[in-house]
T-cell receptor, first 110, second 114 residues
Framework: QQQVKQSPQSLIVQKGGISIINCAYE??????FPWYQQFPGKGPALLIA?????SEKKEGRFTISFNKSAKQFSLHIMDSQPGDSATYFC?????????FGAGTTVTVRA | NAGVTQTPKFQVLKTGQSMTLQCAQD?????MSWYRQDPGMGLRLIHY???????DQGEVPNGYNVSRSTTEDFPLRLLSAAPSQTSVYFC?????????????FGSGTQLSVL
């Protein structure tokens, strides 16, 4: 079974708006939580990752917020652009494996 | 530096046929893995390998076999294809020592089993 619960399944946002995707994970011995971005017809690619020694990490318009006590982390896409339209996956490590969430399809309308 | 190369890109099989999905990487990565992607299910791990001669099962291994004879190659075999194996398959690799480093994905194989 999936060790990571991701929501929502899809979202639509207007250009310039904020997209928020949430993930909850089960126990893991490893502290590394990445987000992958996938465009249609392509393989996923690492977008941004966080280690829980910090509660937030920002790279450009993408920010991860992490709540270790609640075992939750989220991705915020600020000033969303049509080029951000993609499927986003959160993930959590388990042993040598990476368990992915079910994915969120983000559509940014111009 | 080609990264992770998967072949074929598309494949149609009849129920009961067998085939091998190929995966090769040129980054000298010790860790290689196969995922399948289905709508609403995300990416689910089929099998993985931490080095030549070492493989292990992931979440959904039934119906699939793997072997790892070289560092570069990690083929996925479907012994007797079933319609439930219709999916998009991704191969991914990374450095084993850096388990928390990024996975490099191939471009995928879209498989339809009729």
């Amino acid at each position: 079974q999936q060790q990571v619960k991701q929501s929502p399944q899809s979202l639509i946002v207007q250009k310039g708006g904020i997209s928020i995707i949430n993930c909850a994970y089960e126990n893991t011995a490893f502290d590394y939580f990445p987000w992958y971005q996938q465009f249609p017809g392509k393989g996923p690619a690492l977008l941004i990752a966080i280690r829980p020694d910090v509660s937030e990490k920002k790279e450009g318009r993408f920010t991860i917020s992490f709540n270790k006590s609640a075992k939750q982390f989220s991705l915020h896409i600020m000033d969303s652009q049509p080029g951000d339209s993609a499927t986003y996956f959160c993930a959590a490590p388990h042993d040598y494996k990476l368990s992915f969430g079910a994915g969120t399809t983000v559509t940014v309308r111009a | 530096n080609a990264g992770v190369t998967q072949t074929p890109k598309f494949q149609v099989l009849k129920t009961g046929q067998s085939m091998t999905l190929q995966c090769a990487q040129d980054m000298n990565h010790e860790y290689m893995s196969w995922y399948r992607q289905d709508p609403g299910m995300g990416l689910r791990l089929i099998h993985y390998s931490v080095g030549a001669g070492i493989t292990d099962q992931g979440e959904v291994p039934n119906g699939y076999n793997v072997s790892r004879s070289t560092t570069e190659d990690f083929p996925l075999r479907l012994l007797s294809a079933a319609p439930s194996q219709t999916s998009v398959y991704f191969c991914a690799s990374r450095k084993i020592r850096d388990f928390n480093e990024k996975l490099f994905f191939g471009s995928g194989t879209q498989l339809s089993v009729l």
